[in-house]
């Protein structure tokens, strides 16, 4: 059906109404597709809430399901039964990924900011040297020896933040973002008498919204999972970050199911094990989804924002 429209007096016919028809079926296709995959997405999701709500004599006895024969909330009696250690390791990993986020960030868009200019001199020796950094690192004993013996940072909370300040993957991405801003803008910032530094701050940072969520939301995941610095330099358990603390969970849940039996007489059919897993995984991913749903808006903006050249 074509379509009409009044300019000025005069009536303009569109003809589209085929082409629209004849898009239809793609659209209804690709719509049941994504439908599809966003079911396959939330399907383990709610296996995890269900597993996690249900006693352990009953996944004993019908094994995992969505709907559970019955709920409890055993493990997260389990889990809560040190409430002050939870909350103290919710604390660390709070604190470590706000500070980290905040400081990586700066410093990523800091770093990325003139390797996106082209007036930069000294901009392709210093992209070769963090894509290098990308590809081949100093390995596992370097670093633990270059950390404990020289910087003396175990036991404290700039070990879980320091390493991990400058990813290049993140400065590449970032630069990308402002590489997509005209440079007709910073050419009217200089022409106004704009220095650099205001044209970072007032111009670029303003403009990289949806960059700085995308980068920033890369750099939240990082802090928030990390595991392997814990664990290598931190022996004070008042420092111990979350992911740190459900992995001891998961040890000590280990070793009972193994040992207990043998060491201590405990009845292992009292313990849920299987639930108490899944609700740890609730606990550690929760605060993420609610970050995710904030950022959501900047994080889909910022993954098209350097999809379109101008």
Not at 71 to 98: D, N, Q
Not at 118 to 133: P, Q
Not at 256 to 277: E, K, Q, Y
Request: aromatic share 14%; charged share 15%; glycine share 8%.
């Amino acid at each position: 059906m074509d379509k009409s429209i009044e300019i000025r007096g005069k009536t303009i016919r569109e003809k589209g109404g085929a082409a629209d028809r004849a898009a239809l079926p793609f659209r209804i296709l690709f719509g049941a597709l994504l439908l599809l995959f966003g079911l396959f997405c939330l399907i383990p999701f709610i296996m995890v809430i269900s597993v996690s709500l249900t006693p352990q004599s009953v996944l004993d006895e019908f094994g995992y399901q969505f709907i559970p024969q019955a709920f409890s909330l055993e493990a997260y009696r389990y889990l809560f039964r040190f409430p002050e250690m939870l909350i103290r390791a919710y604390g660390v990993s709070i604190f470590i990924t706000v500070a980290g986020t905040v400081l990586n960030l700066a410093i990523t868009a800091m770093l990325a900011y003139p390797l996106s200019r082209m007036e930069f001199r000294w901009k392709r020796g210093v992209s070769f040297f963090l894509f290098f950094t990308m590809i081949f690192s100093g390995g596992m004993v370097p670093y633990y020896i270059l950390v404990r013996q020289y910087l003396h940072m175990q036991d404290t909370l700039l070990v879980l933040i320091l390493p991990q300040m400058v990813v290049p993957g993140n400065v590449f991405l970032l630069r990308v973002f402002m590489q997509d801003t005209p440079n007709e803008i910073y050419e009217s910032a200089w022409l106004d008498g704009a220095s650099e530094y205001r044209i970072f701050g007032s111009v670029v940072l303003p403009l990289m919204k949806p960059g700085l969520a995308t980068v920033g939301l890369f750099i939240v995941l990082q802090y928030w999972n990390e595991v392997i610095t814990g664990k290598l330099f931190i022996e004070d358990q008042n420092l111990l970050p979350l992911q740190n603390i459900l992995d001891q969970f998961t040890q000590y849940i280990q070793y009972i199911m193994t040992h207990g039996s043998s060491t201590g007489g405990l009845a292992l059919t009292n313990l849920p094990s299987d639930s108490i897993l899944f609700a740890m995984c609730l606990i550690a991913a929760g605060p993420m989804m609610l970050v995710f749903l904030f950022f959501q808006k900047y994080f889909v903006a910022g993954l098209t924002m350097g999809a379109v050249k101008s």
